[in-house]
């Protein structure tokens, strides 16, 4: 008798459990990763949405993306920048993100043609907040990012997705570093693709981009009154990593 009762209590037990982890791995969520320039939030997205099974969006490679088709067709220089005819351009201008299943993510494609590698220059890196400051290109693809993420089950990272694209995310992460770790890091990147720039040069377009997406009046970056703060100066991936999904792993289990 009591041997039938402790066989009927650990299955009892198994099916309780069985099902919570079920429970928890069929629930999606929405997490939103916000923050500076060159703070890892695209790598920390990957990794989650890997480990979780979500969908990944790096928004910055929309605008990005579109700085890109503003410089290859002359409406932005250094000394120049035709926002209007930009502007006029947006309904011409289609964002698609496309997996690469050798290389294990999507990647950025402006008007059916792969421009991974073009948008991830510094000429592109020193245009994008300025585009990323116009209302109509927020406008644009703030509305195209909601669609993405309707039926959650998504990580998403960029510079408002906690407090405008997703305000009612149930995870929001705001990542910083000091401006010199992120320019360092920024730099070696840069470098070991064979780019030919100096440290001065990404310092300097850190500085200017952390400026300009914090004085913007449309969308500026600031952190959701909600969101958890990670300073990543002195932390490795695998840390930042463990920290993160912890965090996540919390809000599963809260229901």
Sequence with gaps: MFATIKKMYFYCVLFITNFFNNFILDKKITIAIDGFSSTGKSTLAKQ??????????????MYRAIAFFSMEHGYITPDFFDKETLINSL???????????????AEM????????KQIRTIEVSNYVSKVAEIPEVRTKLVEQQQQMGKNKGIVMDGRDIGTVVFPD?????FM?????TRAQRRFDELVQKGDQV?????????EERDYIDTHRSNSPLVIADDAVEIDNSNLNREEQ?????????EVLQKG
Excluded: H, M
């Excluded at 494609?109 to 991974?116: A, W």
């Excluded at 440290?199 to 377009?205: D, P, Q």
């Design 48 to 61: 989650l949405a890997k480990q979780l099974g979500y969908v990944f969006v790096d928004t910055g490679a």
């Design 91 to 105: 309904p011409s201008i289609r964002l698609q993100f496309k997996f690469n299943a050798e290389l294990g993510f």
């Design 109 to 116: 494609y402006l008007n059916d043609e792969n421009v991974e």
């Design 169 to 173: 995310a149930e995870l929001k992460i």
């Design 176 to 180: 910083t570093a000091s401006a010199q």
């Design 198 to 206: 100096t440290f001065e040069e990404v310092l300097k377009n850190v």
């Design 241 to 249: 990593f463990g920290l993160v999904l912890d965090l996540v792993n």
